[in-house]
């Protein structure tokens, strides 16, 4: 019933950007913390950015401060994540994450983002 489908990962040389795109079904979007993760080979898990509800809270993984920008447009359903000056480290696959409570937690099928020369 919930869904959660990323779109915007590709190739792209250091220094780039790109733009990710989650979007949403099956939930009431607005009440919902959404996180984009990344996991690269051989690496666990991690918390790439975090927006909260209503307020728009953020918070970013060190690496990624200054560097990218989560948003969200509750209007769309839609969670963004704005990724400029791309490394190579970046290189991940990117999922989106849908968070409520233990019983709500939705995880998207991940988008590959290889940054590379």
């Known amino acids: 019933q919930v869904q959660l489908v990323e779109s915007g990962g590709g190739l792209v040389q250091p220094g780039g950007s790109l733009r990710l795109s989650c979007a949403a079904s099956?939930?009431?979007?607005?009440?919902?913390?959404m996180s984009w993760y990344r996991q690269a080979p051989g690496k666990e898990r991690e918390l790439v950015a975090r927006?909260?509800?209503?307020?728009?809270?953020?918070n970013y993984a060190d690496s990624v401060k200054g560097r990218f920008t989560i948003s969200r447009d509750d209007a769309k359903n839609t969670v963004y994540l704005q990724m400029n000056g791309l490394k190579p480290e970046d290189t991940a696959v990117y999922y989106c994450?849908?968070?409520?409570?233990?019983?709500?937690?939705?995880w998207g099928q991940g988008t590959q983002v290889t940054v590379s020369s």
């Open positions: 994450n849908a968070f409520l409570q233990k019983s709500n937690d939705y």
């Open positions: 099956g939930l009431t979007f607005s009440i919902y913390t």
């Open positions: 927006i909260r509800t209503f307020g728009g809270y953020t």
